[in-house]
């Protein structure tokens, strides 16, 4: 009786905040990783605010007075329009990822529900397959239709990293998916297609959400296919960042603003989508 | 008459249904796999015939079979071909290694939940998602050797300044480092998955029995974490086997002047579109996926024997 009263009365007193030298630890390990993560980021917004000068001179690393000049050299109309890099960029991650959301949803479904691990695994090859063995023949058939240049290359090879990673994604969400409202808006007249479209559809909105917004990062930070495929007038963004460094010298804080130009509106949608981007990375990877 | 017509259009518009419901699963999933069909079969297929073949210079160009002419030109060469099979297993390698070390401590450090938690994961995700090529070029100025960051900040510790991605020697350790920082997040977030999917007896069984934190780890934490371990080891090697980004962007074409970071991706990169030498750069392609089927085939075994 009197042991256990002594037990109950400790309880209380050991769930409270006690200082803990291991607590420190944790605490501080946190800390340095977040400065390893957000330090590099910090220089280069930084640096995207100095002039030259400022840069090569260490005595301002910390304390400088920023400026907006490097912003304004990235947009100068005479260096290239970066507003139409940008809108190229927007207008191949948005209609790639939309075509691959049109075509890799049902077929996930489909995949999901009749276990067509052949197909399946035939499309996620094209998650393996090192995209340069594409590009030859792709260029090749390309140049022979006379359409290299245009967004519709672009898109196409876009679409190719976007569907592999909406049908993984989608997949691992529909087995997830109980099959008895299905089946019971079955019993109540509605065919198997329409069920999938009223019922099921409606129900996986997060995980469409999840699957849009990886898509759209990886198709807007591609870099490979489009430095192949796109022309002077649809180049996307992480191009125009590379041609920054095609000249003699370089310009830095020109080169760090057209960086952070290119990563903030991403950056921007992570931080509004965490939970979405973790839950679509982890995906299909803690089922064993 | 207008009767029957009606009847007729509602059993052309329900003979289709019932046919599009009846074979739902390829109405469903065909579209995707025509598309990949398309797009991923045919150019393989293609690549193999060109590999064939010493197709080059100009796309438009005829051209001629020659044997294995291409594969035995590759794999006697010790020049470009053989150090680049090598610095892609030990950049693979080694930015696996590290990625697991230390994406196993942050995830375990944001096991337990703390106040601020989802703000430290916002923030660790920040580089997963940042385009690559900016990520290149940010760490190109953080390691420049005379105005970079890193020489200043090492150099408070008196450690004098170093060469990184401007000597052969260091830059594809540097590089290395690159891809650790940018993809350690990844492999962090899917084992934090992992921990907290974690059934509870076991681990409070193993307290209970005395067990301290290290040998809970090594004897309870790992061998149960061992699919999705494996699971990130497979998603994260076949990525960085496949690297192009920050290389491409930090060190330009080839590699660098001295090849130096030259892995088979950049390799064949450079000899389908510098040097225009298709069917040699094909002939690499295929012995390169070859290379990336075996990797993943000894994972899948791995993973299915348990």
Do not use: C
Request: glycine share 6%.
């Amino acid at each position: 009786m009197t042991s256990s009263a002594v037990k109950s009365d400790q309880t209380p007193l050991r769930s409270k905040p006690k200082f803990k030298w291991s607590n420190v630890g944790r605490a501080s390990a946190i800390t340095v990783i977040i400065l390893l993560f957000i330090g590099p980021i910090a220089w280069m917004v930084s640096a995207s605010l100095k002039f030259n000068v400022q840069i090569y001179d260490s005595s301002q690393s910390f304390i400088f007075t920023p400026t907006l000049a490097n912003y304004e050299t990235v947009f100068d109309p005479r260096r290239g329009n970066y507003l139409m890099f940008i809108r190229n960029s927007f207008i191949v991650a948005f209609v790639a990822t939309l075509l691959s959301l049109v075509f890799a949803v049902p077929a996930a479904y489909a995949m999901s529900r009749f276990v067509m691990r052949k197909s399946a695994t035939t499309v996620l090859l094209a998650r393996i397959i090192p995209g340069v063995s594409l590009l030859v023949p792709w260029y090749f058939i390309f140049s022979q239709l006379q359409i290299t240049g245009g967004f519709l290359p672009l898109i196409l090879s876009h679409m190719f990293v976007s569907m592999p990673l909406i049908l993984y994604i989608m997949m691992s969400f529909f087995e997830q998916l109980p099959e008895e409202l299905e089946e019971s808006a079955q019993v109540d007249g509605l065919t198997a297609i329409a069920a999938f479209l009223k019922i099921s559809l409606p129900l996986s909105v997060p995980g469409i959400a999840t699957a849009t917004i990886l898509s759209f990062i990886f198709s807007w930070n591609n870099f490979m296919f489009a430095l192949v495929l796109s022309g002077p007038t649809t180049k996307t963004l992480p191009v125009a960042v590379f041609d920054f460094i095609g000249y003699a010298s370089i310009d830095w804080g020109a080169l760090m603003a057209a960086s952070v130009v290119v990563t903030t509106p991403i950056m921007l949608i992570a931080l509004f989508t965490q939970r979405y981007i973790v839950s679509g990375l982890t995906a299909g990877a803690t089922k064993g | 008459m207008s009767l029957v017509e009606r009847h007729e259009q509602v059993s052309t518009r329900e003979r289709f249904s019932r046919w599009a419901n009846r074979h739902r699963k390829w109405v469903l999933a065909g579209p995707s796999m025509i598309f990949v069909g398309l797009l991923l079969v045919i150019p393989l297929a293609w690549t193999l015939f060109l590999s064939f073949t010493d197709a080059r210079r100009s796309v438009r160009r005829p051209f001629d079979f020659n044997g294995v002419d291409n594969y035995t030109e590759i794999l006697t060469d010790t020049e470009r071909f053989w150090p680049a099979v090598g610095r892609t297993i030990s950049f693979t390698g080694g930015a696996l290694f590290f990625q697991l070390i230390f994406g196993m401590i942050i995830a375990l450090l944001l096991w337990k939940p703390f106040r601020g938690q989802g703000v430290v994961r916002t923030i660790v995700l920040l580089p997963l998602v940042a385009t690559p090529v900016a990520v290149g070029m940010m760490w190109r100025l953080l390691f420049e050797p005379n105005i970079g960051f890193v020489n200043e900040f090492i150099g408070w510790f008196g450690v004098p300044p170093q060469p990184w991605l401007t000597d052969p020697s260091t830059s594809l350790a540097t590089l290395t480092f690159v891809d650790v920082w940018q993809w350690t997040p990844m492999v962090a977030l899917i084992l934090l998955a992992g921990l907290t999917s974690l059934p509870e007896e076991p681990l409070e069984a193993a307290r209970v029995d005395g067990a301290n934190a290290w040998q809970r780890f090594w004897l309870i934490i790992v061998p149960l974490m061992r699919p999705v371990i494996l699971a990130a080891v497979l998603l994260r090697g076949i990525d960085a086997l496949k690297t192009f980004d920050i290389l491409y962007a930090t060190k330009g074409k080839g590699g660098g002047s001295f090849n130096d970071v030259e892995t088979l991706n950049i390799y064949a990169y450079g000899l389908s579109f510098d040097y225009n030498e298709y069917g040699v750069a094909s002939a690499v392609l295929i012995l390169f996926f070859l290379i990336i089927l075996g990797i993943i085939w000894v994972l899948q075994m791995q993973r299915k024997a348990k």
